[in-house]
């Protein structure tokens, strides 16, 4: 589902080019879960926007989905991004503008279908996340909890082969970070989705089979669990 | 709905109050535009229904003396029906009110002129009723100034007629002229009766012609001229007039729509700087979007979309204010139109000029949208600002080019020429890059000049708020300094027009002008003013001249073989020459020596000429010109040439000979005294009246009142424009400030949050404000000071009047609405609880 091959990342910087990721190399079927971690800094949120297509290597590649995205333009890793992948943020990011179900709905929009199955399958994964009565609430409406939950409804949405989550209950407290887990792991269960969780919290991570340890960009262990 | 317009929509629901606020900074632009396109239409239109009685007949021919009986006969061969006019200047005076007197246009009508269009009379019906006795139709508002009745009696010259009606309206004559020589009407026979026509006055000659409706007036035109052109005559026709009034109204409406132009190129402005400030705020938005697979063209169009329905509202809401303005502009204008004016909307020049704000709009709005093609999808996860694309965007310098060239399109197809239009948009550029400029250096001077540590925290967070990432610096000099220069010009070149017009009677000049003083009266005209304690100070003999020949060759020759540029007025006019020992004081030389008395009977006599005459006549100095002095040629050249101030009261002349040479030439003189006051003025001309009763006089202070009333009914047109661009610069203002509001908020709150009190805040807005205001209003200031000093030197040809009074006010007042503005519309940021703030922004 997933190849990662020889990925490096440079920065150019003041003081000179500045490499937070190298030669990182691993390999995920369908349907598995691997935890990415590592302290701030070491690279994981650069491996993620690098997997999920939100950036271009230095060198190296990326095969998702049988697709090198490597050498794609951002409007191709756009269409890449909108097929098969999901995304659940520390910030949750939904757009301020849009209605619960107007967020969760985006993804499938934007390839041009709408209409009442559309909004229908927006409000099922709404009730799957406990939230079918807020679908006309604002973000500004709703907890952080809340958010994170409108969030992972989005990102299945478009049932994606892929989900990546940063930093998932970041900014959650525990009660509500343990049922967002709970959500994740579920979902991903049910709908077979490969999942890829970049995390510095080990007990988060543990619940995925695979954990990748990242150390200043460079992978220092990749065990099985 | 495409999911393009569906996300613009939603995108837009937060801030759809702040879109249409946004898009009010270009409506009074474009209602500018549109009002006066729409008018342009309705004025072409009047001026095609109403061709022919723009000149009340076919084809009128002009002479400066009488035409001969063998001319008038043949002029009663060519068919059709025709009229005789004379006009000469004369005193007016009206015994039931004092003798107050006034210098008009009285004119003798024969025949049924005007064929086209009517001459309006009140009572109605009076031209009919002018020969029956010594009857005479006065300009209405000249009754009106005296409150002279119908009825009551008018003195010209020597005779006195009786006022049997007050004159409203002559076809293709506009309003303006009767402030300025009012007419009165009476029947030719009386005039002839009376001694106007005696002597040396100089007086016009018309014929109007009402011909066949198969004859081809332009031909006819050019035949009669070839074969009369010894007789100096001038010729015309309607559609002469009809050129000359289209030329006259192109170039009013060419500066009516620049002006409006540039209220709408400042309210673009204010657009751009708040869909910057929106752009800035969607960033993530974008990236989120992005990161969901929206396509960078995509997430572009979204934004686009929402910037050209901010440009269609302002459109839609600029046409139906500009239909307004254009139902408003004819009362604005009615002094000046030589025609009525029918209201109609003309769609296509609405749809043009709502087009060219739309596109204007359209094309600033897209400089700001243009950075959300390179959001990359990255700042979803990453807060960092530095991730974004520094790189230099070839599309947006491509943008610079195309604005560049919409503006110079606009301007050369509103001028219809190219250099002006080029001046106009270079002043534009010039304007923007050193705002711009400056900008720059008050970011580079806060950030590494000014001293942080003697300061305390207010003025090192205020001062450190113009360097900051996110500043407003830039927008808000340009903004700000943009609507103060081009308020000010105009406030300064308003002074400068009042300070010429001043200067011209003001001081110790004379305001009392005597003409048409005989030879003989010349002695006691000078004793009676002296009698009356208003000396003469400037006195100047006159005698009428035309040009013969010029470097040799014989003018009438030249009229018929072509006069390679030579203007034909130049060459077939009566000149009105003088002759005096030295300079005085409203002329320099600016070439060659000038010559001030030669020995009678030299075969070349030298003669200083103006300039600009000279250069119509293509003369140099030593060129050689031949004058018909009354039937006595008369060879002189050039020996210098002067420049002559002709907006200063007092005899001033194209050609001045020297002594020696006119003295005994039939002549009549000019003379200029100064009078302290009205009553005065009153009390000397009654004095020269009862004793030389041909004399005629204008009262300068009078005609000041004229010209006084004549330029606040021109500065009400102005000032009517200038408010488009003055309420749309406070507009932007207002934007400018709001949109800074929102950007700032959250920095302001996390300040309340850390314990900051409203009185801190308010003094952070304050010292950021004030330098902004200050450099603002100083620049703007500056750059609207070397406007008007150019525009004064080579639009008006005088010296710029800069009083530092009005540019003190100005320069206070845009900084006090600065600060107002600013405080006021930051007043509920400090006024509210943080997390309501943080709640409604998010």
Request: proline share 4%; charged share 20%; hydrophobic share 50%.
């Amino acid at each position: 589902m997933l190849k990662v091959e020889r990925l490096t990342k440079t920065y150019k910087a003041a003081g000179g080019p500045l490499t937070v990721l190298r030669d990182v190399t691993f390999e995920l079927q369908p349907g598995a879960s691997v935890a990415i971690v590592g302290p701030s800094g070491s690279g994981k949120t650069t491996l993620l926007g690098l997997c999920a297509g939100l950036d271009r290597p230095t060198s190296g590649n990326v095969i998702l989905a049988g697709e090198s995205i490597g050498a794609m333009n951002e409007d191709e890793r756009a269409l890449v991004r909108n097929r098969h992948i999901g995304f659940v943020f520390q910030n949750f990011q939904l757009v301020p503008t849009l209605t619960a179900l107007e967020n969760v709905t985006v993804p499938i929009e934007l390839r041009g279908d709408s209409g009442r199955a559309v909004t229908g399958r927006g409000r099922e994964l709404l009730e799957r996340v406990g939230l079918g009565e807020r679908g006309d609430h604002y973000p500004v409406q709703l907890s952080g909890g809340e958010q994170q939950r409108v969030a992972l409804a989005r990102a299945f949405m478009n049932e994606p082969k892929i989900l990546f989550c940063d930093e998932p209950t970041g900014n959650l407290d525990g009660d509500t970070a343990t049922a967002m887990v709970k959500l994740i792991l579920d979902l991903n269960h049910e709908k077979k989705t490969t999942l890829v969780l970049v995390t510095h919290d080990l007990e988060l991570a543990k619940k995925c089979r695979r954990i990748i340890r990242l150390r200043s960009g460079l992978v220092v262990s990749d065990e099985m669990i | 709905m495409s999911f393009i317009l569906k996300m613009a929509w939603r995108d837009s629901r937060a801030s759809r109050r702040r879109l249409a606020l946004v898009s009010i900074s270009v409506v009074l632009g474009i209602a500018a535009l549109v009002g006066i396109a729409s008018l342009g239409d309705n004025l072409k239109r009047a001026v095609d229904d109403q061709t022919k009685s723009l000149l009340g007949s076919d084809l009128t021919v002009t002479s400066s003396k009488p035409f001969p009986e063998a001319t008038m006969a043949h002029f009663k061969t060519l068919g059709g029906e025709l009229a005789r006019e004379v006009s000469l200047a004369s005193q007016i005076s009206f015994p039931t009110r004092g003798n107050t007197r006034w210098r008009g246009q009285v004119r003798a009508l024969e025949g049924n002129f005007p064929f086209y269009g009517e001459l309006v009379t009140s009572p109605a019906g009076a031209m009919a009723k002018l020969g029956a006795g010594n009857n005479a139709i006065v300009e209405d508002t000249l009754l009106a100034q005296f409150g002279v009745q119908i009825g009551d009696e008018v003195k010209i010259g020597k005779s006195t007629f009786r006022v049997i009606g007050a004159l409203k309206k002559i076809p293709g004559e506009p309003a303006a002229v009767a402030m300025l020589a009012p007419r009165v009407y009476v029947s030719m026979a009386s005039l002839e009766a009376t001694d106007l026509l005696k002597g040396d006055r100089f007086a016009r000659y018309r014929v109007h012609f009402k011909l066949p409706v198969t004859t081809e007036v332009e031909a006819l035109a050019k035949t009669l001229g070839e074969k009369l052109k010894n007789q100096r005559l001038r010729f015309e026709t309607v559609e002469e007039r009809k050129k000359q009034l289209g030329d006259a109204l192109k170039d009013v409406f060419s500066f009516m729509s620049l002006v409006g132009f540039v209220a709408l190129f400042l309210g673009a402005v204010g657009v751009a700087s708040a869909m910057h400030v929106y752009v800035r705020q969607k960033i993530l938005t974008v990236a989120t979007l992005r990161c969901l697979g929206v396509r960078a063209r995509t997430a572009f169009a979204i934004y686009l979309t929402q910037g050209c329905a901010i440009g269609v509202l302002g459109a839609a809401l600029g046409t139906a204010a500009g239909l307004s303005v254009q139902a408003l502009l004819p009362k604005v204008l009615k002094d000046f139109l030589p025609f009525e004016v029918d209201f109609f909307i003309s769609w296509a020049a609405v749809a043009k000029g709502a087009a060219a704000g739309l596109v204007i709009c359209v094309l600033f709005t897209l400089l700001p949208l243009l950075a959300v093609r390179r959001v990359s999808p990255l700042l979803a996860i990453r807060s960092a600002q530095g991730q974004g694309d520094n790189r230099e965007d070839p599309v947006r310098l491509a943008l610079f080019f195309v604005i560049a060239a919409a503006v110079l399109g606009f301007a050369v197809l509103q001028t219809g020429h190219w250099l002006p239009g080029l001046a106009f948009t270079l002043a534009m550029a010039v304007s923007f890059g050193i705002l711009g400029g400056v900008a720059q250096l008050v970011v580079l001077a806060s950030k590494h000049l000014l001293p942080r540590k003697p300061l305390s925290y207010v003025w090192r967070q205020g001062l450190a708020n113009l360097h900051r990432p996110n500043n407003r610096t830039l927008l808000l000099l340009l903004s700000l300094g943009l609507a103060t220069f081009l308020m000010l010009t105009l406030l300064l070149t308003r002074s400068t027009l009042l300070g010429k017009i001043e200067s011209v009677a003001g001081g110790s000049r004379p305001n009392l002008m005597f003409f048409d003083i005989q030879d003989d009266e010349i002695l006691r005209f000078d004793a009676i003013v002296s009698a009356n304690g208003a000396p003469v100070i400037a006195q100047a003999p006159i005698i009428t001249m035309q040009i013969a020949s010029l470097k040799g060759r014989a003018v009438d020759a030249m009229l018929k073989d072509g006069h390679a540029g030579i203007p034909a007025w130049t060459l077939t006019r009566e000149y009105r020459s003088t002759y005096r020992a030295a300079l005085v004081d409203t002329e320099r030389v600016t070439a060659g020596k000038f010559i001030g008395r030669v020995t009678p009977g030299e075969a070349r006599v030298p003669i200083s000429m103006e300039e600009s005459l000279a250069k119509d006549l293509q003369l140099a100095v030593g060129d050689e010109v031949t004058f018909n002095v009354q039937g006595v040629p008369l060879t002189a050249y050039v020996a210098s040439l002067r420049a002559v101030e002709w907006q200063r009261v007092s005899p001033n002349f194209f050609v001045v000979f020297p002594e020696g040479v006119l003295e005994p030439a039939p002549k009549t003189f000019v003379a200029a005294v100064r009078v302290a006051s009205m009553a005065d003025s009153g009390r000397v001309q009654q004095a020269v009246v009862k004793e030389l009763p041909s004399v005629s006089s204008i009262d300068l202070t009078l005609i000041m009142q004229t010209i006084d009333n004549i330029f606040s009914k021109v500065a009400f047109v102005v000032s009517f424009l200038a408010l488009f661009t003055i309420v749309t610069g406070v507009i932007v203002l207002v934007g400018a400030i709001l949109t800074g509001r929102l950007q700032r908020i959250r920095e302001t709150v996390l300040l309340r949050t850390l314990g900051a009190t409203q009185r801190q805040l308010r003094q952070i807005l304050l010292v950021e404000y004030t330098v902004l205001g200050v450099l603002s209003a100083v620049t703007g200031g500056a750059l609207s000071i070397a406007a008007t000093v150019l525009v004064a030197k080579y639009r008006f040809n005088t010296t710029a009047v800069i009083p530092p009074l009005v540019l003190l006010g100005a320069v206070a007042a845009s900084v006090a609405v600065t600060l107002i503005t600013g405080l006021v519309t930051n007043r509920g940021v400090a006024n509210t609880p943080p997390l309501e703030i943080l709640r409604e922004e998010t």
